[in-house]
Structure formats: structure tokens, C-alpha cells
């Protein structure tokens, strides 16, 4: 019988499947486009531009940092 789930991932996709790729244990979750990593806390040099899919915050390192306010010539 299919789980509710099924219906959101085609072609058969177990969402168990899914989700022990997305959350592999002992793997930090990842953000910012792998740049960033999931954490309760950032250090004092990272930066914290979105929230993880986990809630905590994602703490991106200053070279991956966007430049908010560019330069005017």
C-alpha cells in the first residue's frame, strides 16, 4: 500500500529513501549552496544570511559572504 508520501515523489521515490540522503548522520547539514553549515551557533567571523532546513542558522564563512554593498566608483 503507498504511503501518503508517495504522492508528492514520482517514480517510486521512498521518501525514507529521500530523507537518510538528505540527513545523513554524522554528516553537518550543509547550506548556501554547500558553502555554509547548519549549526546553533556561528562563529564570530560567519555570517548568517538564511535559516536551515532544520531551523538552525546557517553559518556562511566570510569568503563565500555576499557583497551587499558594492563599491561605487
Same mark, same amino acid.
Given at each position: 500500500?503507498? @504511503?501518503?508520501?508517495?504522492?508528492? !515523489?514520482?517514480?517510486? @521515490?521512498?521518501?525514507?529513501?529521500?530523507?537518510?540522503?538528505?540527513?545523513?548522520?554524522?554528516?553537518?547539514?550543509? %547550506?548556501?549552496?554547500?558553502?555554509?553549515?547548519?549549526?546553533?551557533? %556561528?562563529? =564570530?567571523?560567519? =555570517?548568517?544570511?538564511? !535559516?536551515?532546513?532544520?531551523? $538552525?542558522? %546557517? %553559518?556562511? $564563512?566570510?569568503? !563565500?559572504?555576499?557583497?551587499? !554593498?558594492?563599491?561605487?566608483?
Amino acid at each position: 500500500q503507498p @504511503t501518503p508520501h508517495q504522492d508528492l !515523489f514520482p517514480h517510486g @521515490t521512498d521518501i525514507d529513501s529521500l530523507l537518510s540522503f538528505l540527513f545523513v548522520s554524522g554528516s553537518p547539514e550543509k %547550506c548556501w549552496n554547500l558553502h555554509g553549515s547548519c549549526r546553533d551557533k %556561528c562563529s =564570530k567571523n560567519e =555570517k548568517v544570511y538564511v !535559516f536551515c532546513v532544520s531551523g $538552525k542558522l %546557517c %553559518c556562511v $564563512k566570510p569568503k !563565500f559572504q555576499p557583497n551587499l !554593498f558594492p563599491k561605487v566608483n
